[in-house]
């Protein structure tokens, strides 16, 4: 983290939450049984602008 303040790129990262039935369904777990849902999205430059974006989901 501290090297993206460094570089001026703004990051926002996880959220625990519930798993919505389709991804328990990937993860091999009950729906609703707690998981970490990480998004990342990486903005760059002055001002910011979206570089790229993903979404992860782990128990």
């Given amino acids: 983290m501290r090297e993206a303040e460094a570089a001026n790129v703004e990051m926002q990262v996880e959220n ?34 979206p570089v790229t974006s993903s979404l992860a989901w782990s128990r």
């Fill in 16 to 49: 625990k939450t519930t798993a919505p039935a389709n991804i328990a369904e990937r993860l091999g777990i009950n729906e609703c049984d707690p998981v970490t849902c990480t998004r990342y999205f990486i903005r760059m430059g002055n001002p910011p602008q």
